[in-house]
């Protein structure tokens, strides 16, 4: 049974910080690309940073460019994103998710995600 659980949100003032993770199990994770989204109210879902298989590239959204960076620990099935210099703009739902190829198609699954409130 593939899952993916995200942790680390919550309320936080403008230029703090929060890191995100989320453990994945019931799929090869080492495998699999990795990449954080996010979605605001009454606004679409976003691709916020990804880092593939290997962890040898990243890429960001460029608004949390030089503040955001996504890691990944395939040993422990885990990604993280830690968030510096949070901006209201910012609170949001976030979101992982992993991609791969499956024997016959592309595979995708995402977690529940997790709230991140910035605010004073």
């Known amino acids: 049974q593939v899952q993916l659980v995200e942790s680390g949100g919550g309320l936080v003032q403008p230029g703090g910080s929060l890191r995100l993770s989320c453990a994945a199990s019931g799929f090869t994770f080492s495998m699999y690309a990795m990449s954080w989204y996010r979605q605001a109210p009454g606004k679409e879902r976003e691709l916020v940073a990804g880092?593939?298989?290997?962890?040898?590239?990243?890429n960001y959204l460029g608004s949390v460019k030089g503040r955001f960076t996504i890691s990944r620990d395939n040993a422990k099935k885990t990604v993280y994103m830690q968030m510096n210099s949070l901006k209201p703009e910012d609170t949001a739902v976030y979101y992982c998710?992993?991609?791969?190829?499956?024997?016959?198609?592309?595979?995708?699954?995402w977690g529940q995600g997790t709230q991140v409130t910035v605010s004073s």
């Open positions: 880092i593939s298989a290997a962890g040898s590239s990243t």
């Open positions: 998710k992993a991609e791969g190829r499956g024997p016959y198609r592309p595979l995708a699954y």
